[in-house]
């Protein structure tokens, strides 16, 4: 990833190009902006609901260093969370210095994780399931401690923000699956219960809840606005777009002991399950007989348990769909198999601290489950190696999008259609076929604002076509209204009954509707509340330093 010259996926471009755009308004404007800007598109209210504070951080990082070496950083930075926040999870559960780095090893060279960065380009949701195992780990020191202390407070700050503020689906999923999960280790778990105290719950709410508020100023929009977006009002889109990757769980696949490919046009896409892991957890358990009411081997047990039920799930395209909406918004069956490779490493840290009293010939075993890593790194380089097959210049003039300015990191020479998937479904589509007058606004990342302008040769009454994204809840208009969109959520205008016939000038603004203000202004209480907690944490830790001296 950091030196082929050759890598490359559909999503890179898309990525690093609303990294540049929100680097743009950054810059400008020294804030973030709800809308991505371009010449073919203007005000696509992507940061609205897709990411806004993941592509904020990455557009500061730009500022310093440049969007491509900033994406570059945030996946690196993806990485480190997810092995970091298995390798502090192994260690406060007991296990030494090299055993910590199995689970860590294992997740980040798994078939899931890497075909997900390698193959699919998921820069979001990488960085949101880095975000929870660092904030896990970060949270679970927390609550063993007797008070709040610099570094678990500052991981945990980084790791909520990241998490909450980077893929909406993952949180949703990821959040739901962590909460049965939880429940039902302090069902099954009593040694477990009394982590759960008042103080340990209130320093976790002391950082997480204004690390939350920080997504505010995208997230509050989102939340309310969401089921009027075309793509959350588009579910058969998602069904059928599962019913044709379902093919990639069946057992063929997920249980072959290589590396094949689940797509023969697409290198680098594995799905096999983490198999020979799970066996050698299995027979661990089984040479080491714990005892029954061993609270490690019920975890193991428990976290096995959530393997096979996340596989059951992921192999039934039907009960996926059937899901409560928008949990049926899946897309992909493989999303799941994140869960299944969370699962399967939290019962290997499990069993490795069953280890630790078993006896030098089962010790043996940890042996086993070092070989089991180092093959999974082996196959790692195997799969991330694949040779890949050069695209054509039509393929990856689709997957680029467009801007006409020079500094454009994705220019591809020809104009692309933006997404429309969060353009207002409630806009109505139009379906006939008849020329219309076109009205472009220019892009206005030229002058770096969230304001732009046209004039049109139009009547009053008129409708003329516009590359105006279709999104009225966030944009005020004036001089037209929005009357319908088209496919790719481009707008048709009504020209204002009151406009200057022959040149109606239409001006395109950020509208400030209560979600947006409201969003803003939480924002930034949660950035003040943050920066109080941390002042507070680090004045107290160094009086005790003080005093201990």
Known sequence: MLHEERFVVQDWFLHEWYIWHQEGSLRAQGLPSLFAQDAAGVFDPHYAFYGGTLYTIAGMIALVIGHHA??????????????????WLAHQAGLGRWASHLP????????????????????????????????LAAAFSILRDDRLRPLPALALAVAVTLYTGSHNMTLMWATT???????????????????????????????AVPAVLVNAWFLLPAIAYQSHTVIASNADAAHKMLLNTIDGTTAQHLFNLGRKRVDPLLPRLAVQ???????????????????????????????????????????????????????????????????INLAICGALIATLVLTRRAGPRRRLWVWVIAGVVAFSVVQARQQVREPLTPWPPEVLWTAMPYDTSKD???????????????????????????????????????????????????????????????????????????????????????????????AARIVVTTAHPWPVTVGRVLTLLGLLSLAGVGVAVVTRARRARLSAG
Request: charged share 15%; glycine share 6%.
């Open 273 to 339: 399950l983490p198999v020979l892991a799970t066996a050698s957890i299995v027979a661990g358990l089984l040479i080491m007989r714990p005892r029954r009411n061993s609270p490690w081997l019920r975890t193991a047990l428990l976290l096995l348990a959530v393997a096979v039920a996340t596989w059951a799930l992921m192999t039934q395209s039907s009960v996926i769909n059937g899901l409560p909406h928008p949990y049926d918004m899946l897309q992909n069956p493989l999303r799941l198999e994140a869960y």
């Open 177 to 207: 699956v962590l909460l049965v999960v939880v429940l039902a280790a302090l069902m099954v778990i009593p040694s477990l219960r009394p982590l759960i105290t008042r103080r340990g719950l209130l320093r976790l709410a002391i950082v």
């Open 408 to 502: 454009s990191p994705t220019r591809s020479g020809q104009p692309q259609h933006p997404t429309a998937d969060y353009t207002d479904a409630d806009v109505p589509l139009y379906i006939e076929n008849r020329p219309f007058k076109s009205v472009r606004f220019p892009s206005p990342m030229a002058e770096r604002t969230d304001r732009t302008e046209a004039t049109v040769d139009a009547r009053p009454g008129e409708v003329v076509s516009s590359n105006l994204k279709a999104s009225p809840r966030l944009i005020h208009v004036d001089g037209a209204r929005i009357v319908s969109r088209s496919d790719f959520g481009d707008s048709y205008l009504k020209i204002d009954a009151d406009a200057k016939p022959g």
């Open 70 to 87: 900033a994406y570059l950083a945030t996946w690196v930075l993806a990485f480190a969370m997810a092995y970091g926040g298995w390798f």
């Open 104 to 135: 860590a090893v294992l997740f980040i060279t798994s078939t899931w994780y890497l075909s997900a960065a390698y193959v699919m380009g998921s820069w979001a949701q990488t960085i949101c399931f880095g975000a929870l195992l660092l904030g």
